[in-house]
T-cell receptor
Framework: DAGVTQSPTHLIKTRGQQVTLRCSPK?????VSWYQQALGQGPQFIFQ???????QRGNFPDRFSGHQFPNYSSELNVNALLLGDSALYLC????????????FGPGTRLLVL | KQEVTQIPAALSVPEGENLVLNCSFT??????LQWFRQDPGKGLTSLLL?????REQTSGRLNASLDKSSGRSTLYIAASQPGDSATYLC???????????FGTGTKLQVIP
């Protein structure tokens, strides 16, 4: 079992561009959550997907959107990138209704110039 | 709104020392608290999970306690080793359906 995988590992974009990050969950997990972790901070919850629908959302603007596919993998899209979007983006998979079972991926490091 | 604070922000100790990391939260209506470890530039690894009905959990050299009424949890690491060097994060589940709030972490350095 490869655990949670994320791609790409690193990404550099310029302000105003759009970015798509990808996540494959741990085998057997059906729920994917996305987090943003700024340097020196704890992860901030962005949103959660289950059964291909957004189930919960943190305090993030609509520029942040996502998708879950029938195989449970997920994408995070960020439009109109700002310098402040530079962060480590973490994906975590879990069983629905049991977030304490979360397994985290290694993250995607996004730098916005 | 749940707020989670971790003190100290950074800690440096000699190898072999016992140490305590602290986590405090403002809303005691939680149903789980979880401690994670994060190595530089990497994802999070779950260390211990304490359910709201429990007061502590142990795994090897790690012991985590939970006092909901005072809004506090501690992570005790016995006989620290250089391999324990990492950032330790606590996460509180509650304040809404499956809502999770992370602390800002304690960066631990164990000196050989």
């Amino acid at each position: 079992d490869a655990g949670v995988t994320q791609s790409p590992t690193h990404l550099i974009k310029t302000r105003g561009q759009q970015v798509t990050l990808r996540c494959s969950p741990k085998s057997g997990h059906d729920t994917v959550s996305w987090y943003q972790q700024a340097l020196g901070q704890g992860p901030q919850f962005i949103f959660q997907y289950y059964e291909e629908e957004e189930r919960q959302r943190g305090n993030f603007p609509d520029r942040f959107s996502g998708h879950q596919f029938p195989n449970y993998s997920s994408e995070l899209n960020v439009n109109a990138l700002l310098l402040g979007d530079s962060a480590l983006y973490l994906c975590a998979s879990s069983l629905w209704d049991r977030m304490e079972t979360q397994y985290f991926g290694p993250g995607t490091r996004l730098l916005v110039l | 709104k749940q707020e989670v604070t971790q003190i100290p922000a950074a800690l440096s100790v000699p190898e072999g020392e016992n140490l305590v990391l602290n986590c405090s939260f403002t809303d005691s209506a939680i149903y789980n608290l979880q401690w994670f470890r994060q190595d530089p530039g990497k994802g999070l690894t779950s260390l211990l999970l304490i359910q709201s009905s429990q007061r502590e959990q142990t795994s090897g050299r790690l012991n985590a306690s939970l006092d909901k009424s005072s809004g506090r949890s501690t992570l005790y690491i016995a006989a620290s080793q250089p391999g324990d060097s990492a950032t330790y994060l606590c996460a509180v589940f509650g304040g809404g359906y499956q809502k999770v709030t992370f602390g800002t972490g304690t960066k631990l350095q164990v000196i050989p």
